[in-house]
């Protein structure tokens, strides 16, 4: 995170306080790095295709269908991890005032709603032909539904917050807060016995296993999607990052203009 955050063409400006906006010297061009890390990531997500649609072999049960879960399971995990990443660095706001580190929590909200819908939107796909209905009131969907619900709230309460170290204040706070949410969706609905979402890893406790049996080769297209959408959760932090340090700047700018002309 902290390498994703402190990208050498953004720098602070030293003499500013901790609570004012960062200053760059170089804000238009995108550093070598990350360029690499995009044009890898693309790359990672045409093999992460491969493996899910030619050579992983298709699941008897469920057909075609289960190729889906390739990208669902792999967009939840850097989802919770993105939101994982937002509580974190509240953290870190709290304890230094920083506020880069709100860039970044707010940054990892919008990057982890992306993935979260993508979550959402691949889910029913699955469902609508196994279960026979693209939703049910079943536990965990509810759970991810409001944990979505309550990161849409964390980025539209922050617009209505102009002070820009109260808006910060309040986004460390209730990024802690609604990671219990994530925790709930991810952990705790394995332990309501009602819950019929499978559980693609670990032990559930309407089956007292994990749901998924999965050949070597589904294992290893699963675990390679994991890898993928991580490095897809590094590239459109560290973007979404440096388009909020470019908006400190230009308010920057914006106030500094503004105080010459009062004079």
């Known amino acids: 995170m902290a390498s994703i955050a402190a990208q050498p063409p953004i720098q602070s400006d030293s003499s500013a306080g901790p609570n004012q906006p960062v200053r760059s010297s170089n804000l238009f061009s995108s550093p070598l790095t990350l360029r690499l890390l995009t044009y890898f990531t693309v790359l990672m997500l045409g093999a992460a295709a491969y493996m899910a649609f030619i050579y992983a072999p298709l699941e008897r049960s469920m057909g075609a269908v289960q190729r889906i879960f390739y990208f669902h399971v792999g967009a939840a995990w850097a989802g919770a991890l993105s939101f994982l990443i937002t509580a974190l660095a509240g953290v870190v706001y709290?304890?230094?005032?920083?506020?880069?580190?709100?860039?970044?929590?707010?940054?990892?909200?919008?990057?982890?709603?992306?993935?979260?819908?993508?979550?959402?939107?691949?889910?029913?796909?699955?469902?609508?032909?196994?279960?026979?209905?693209?939703?049910?009131?079943?536990?965990?969907?509810?759970?991810?539904?409001?944990?979505?619900?309550?990161?849409?709230?964390?980025?539209?309460?922050?617009?209505?917050?102009?002070?820009?170290?109260?808006?910060?204040?309040?986004?460390?706070?209730?990024?802690?807060?609604?990671?219990?949410?994530?925790?709930?969706?991810?952990?705790?609905?394995?332990?309501?016995?009602?819950?019929?979402?499978?559980?693609?890893?670990?032990?559930?406790?309407s089956t007292g296993s994990g749901d998924f049996g999965m050949a070597p080769r589904m294992l290893q297209a699963m675990i390679f999607s994991f890898i993928t959408f991580s490095f897809v959760l590094a590239t459109l932090l560290w973007h979404r990052i440096r388009l909020g340090l470019f908006k400190q700047h230009v308010e920057q700018v914006k106030i500094a203009k503004f105080s010459q002309e009062a004079f």
Do not use: C
């Open 94 to 205: 709290l304890a230094t005032k920083n506020r880069k580190w709100d860039t970044v929590a707010e940054s990892s909200v919008e990057v982890g709603l992306a993935l979260l819908t993508m979550t959402l939107l691949s889910g029913p796909v699955w469902a609508a032909s196994a279960w026979g209905q693209a939703w049910t009131l079943d536990p965990k969907l509810n759970s991810a539904a409001v944990m979505w619900l309550s990161y849409a709230a964390y980025l539209m309460l922050r617009q209505g917050i102009e002070d820009p170290v109260k808006r910060a204040r309040f986004g460390a706070v209730y990024g802690l807060i609604a990671f219990s949410s994530v925790i709930m969706t991810y952990f705790g609905v394995r332990f309501i016995d009602t819950a019929i979402h499978p559980n693609v890893m670990g032990p559930s406790a």
